[in-house]
């Protein structure tokens, strides 16, 4: 079978993806119409022609704007329900979504507004696409550590709905073990944890994601490469990394798609996983991401169903649900 089809049919799972950054330029037209919120573009093409970023902060500045039109609690649903939509077609089975609740409790959106309906349109998509879920809920770590414990405690009132949390937003200057506190006491609560390390942040950030926030996932991981121990000590520990080539080229981490390191990362042994992180915003969902990576990098198709089994054993189902998806 040609790399492509396979790529289009195998189950796979999607353990990156921010639900926020699925907001497509249409759909941040049509809520900022429905809420009367004021946005710096008219068209559709004046929003596309916005997404030229030179680094994460660039993103993020824009990323922030673009959800401001998010208000009620249909905006998270038609959000969520769109992306779920999309990534039927993908053959995507399992979902595990990260959303942001600092970013909207500061505008004034509860926590219930949010949770309410990005949770009713993952009980949809178990319903009518068989898609499961599990969802993480990231704290902003460009905020001070004590900012996250109002999220956390309203974590703590859903522990039903939210399975992990993780660490997102501004990574430069901002090392895992300022929230480790935070951290511990979200595994105290029984979360599980992950964070974003490595992505612009050096290796030694993701030494302290492991060793003081104890993720049981690296979101990105690329600089690990830099420190070959630590790359044997995750081949050893088969901690899954949730890479994401399309980010890493549109945030210029690299400076061009036959230089990401996914092929490597599968040549050492590591648990490395496809993903496509913000990708309204980046110019891919998952599938385009394994194509354009793919192409590049030239993965064979053994690589291909390497990748998408790996998705499957990094994520969070039980043993048994992740037997069905092998
Ligand atoms: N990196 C860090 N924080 C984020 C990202 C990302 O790619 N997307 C949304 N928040
Ligand atoms: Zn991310």
Avoid at 101 to 125: C, D, K, N, W
Avoid at 142 to 170: F, M, N, Q, R, T
Avoid at 259 to 269: E, F, N, S, V
Wanted: contains cysteine.
């Amino acid at each position: 079978m040609d790399i492509e089809k396979l790529i289009d049919q195998l189950p796979k799972t999607e353990l990156h993806l921010h639900i926020e950054g699925t907001l497509e330029p249409k759909m941040m037209l049509d809520l900022a119409k429905r809420n009367k919120v004021t946005l710096p573009y008219e068209t559709v093409d004046q929003v596309a022609a916005a997404y030229q970023f030179n680094n994460l902060q660039d993103f993020l500045d824009v990323y922030y704007q673009g959800m401001s039109v998010l208000i009620e609690e249909r905006d998270f649903y038609d959000l969520t329900w769109a992306y779920l939509e999309k990534v039927h077609g993908d053959a995507v089975r399992h979902v595990e979504i990260f959303f942001d609740p600092q970013a909207h409790m500061e505008r004034g959106v509860s926590f219930e507004t949010v949770l309410g309906g990005i949770t009713s349109a993952l009980a949809e998509a178990h319903r009518q696409l068989e898609i499961s879920s599990k969802l993480i809920m990231c704290f902003l770590r460009h905020l001070p550590e004590e900012a996250g414990y109002e999220a956390l405690e309203c974590a703590c009132k859903h522990k039903e709905h939210i399975y992990a949390v993780g660490l997102d937003s501004s990574e430069a200057g901002r090392p895992p073990e300022l929230f480790s506190r935070l951290f511990a006491s979200a595994r105290d609560h029984g979360f599980k944890t992950v964070a974003h390390a490595g992505e612009e942040g050096p290796a030694a950030y993701i030494k302290t994601a492991l060793d003081d926030l104890r993720v049981s996932r690296v979101d990105h991981g690329n600089r690990a490469f830099e420190d070959p121990a630590l790359i044997a000590r995750l081949a050893q520990q088969q901690t899954p990394m949730t890479m994401c080539p399309l980010s890493n080229l549109r945030l210029k981490g690299i400076s061009d798609l036959t230089k990401h390191p996914i092929k490597r990362a599968l040549d050492a042994g590591l648990l490395a996983t496809v993903n496509s992180d913000d990708p309204s915003y980046f110019g891919g969902y998952i599938n385009d991401n394994y194509r354009a990576v793919a192409k590049a990098v030239g993965l064979t198709a053994a690589d291909i169903i390497k990748l998408s089994k790996n998705s499957v054993i990094a994520s969070f189902l039980p043993d048994g649900q992740k037997q069905n998806l092998l």
